[in-house]
């Protein structure tokens, strides 16, 4: 049927919900961050798009974290 299923598990992105994390807790996760920021909009927004392209047909029943390496390191 060509259907695929998958889940996309953003760590810290730079929106909204950040806005009201004081500034010595934003550094904190920051500095946990293998790469050394957070993550933006577009990267996630990227990563979705792919997942519904025929580049991606293969890939299913996957949870593709999106993190800056957060979660491995």
Do not use: H, W
Not at 33 to 50: D, K, S
């Amino acid at each position: 049927f060509g259907i695929t299923a998958n889940a996309v598990a953003p760590g810290f992105i730079e929106t909204e919900m950040l806005e009201a994390v004081p500034a010595d807790k934003l550094d904190a996760f920051r500095s946990a961050i293998p790469l050394q920021r957070f993550g933006r909009p577009e990267e996630v927004a990227a990563l979705v798009g792919f997942l519904c392209t025929e580049e991606a047909g293969y890939i299913t029943g996957q949870t593709l974290r999106i993190d800056g390496g957060l979660i491995t390191a």
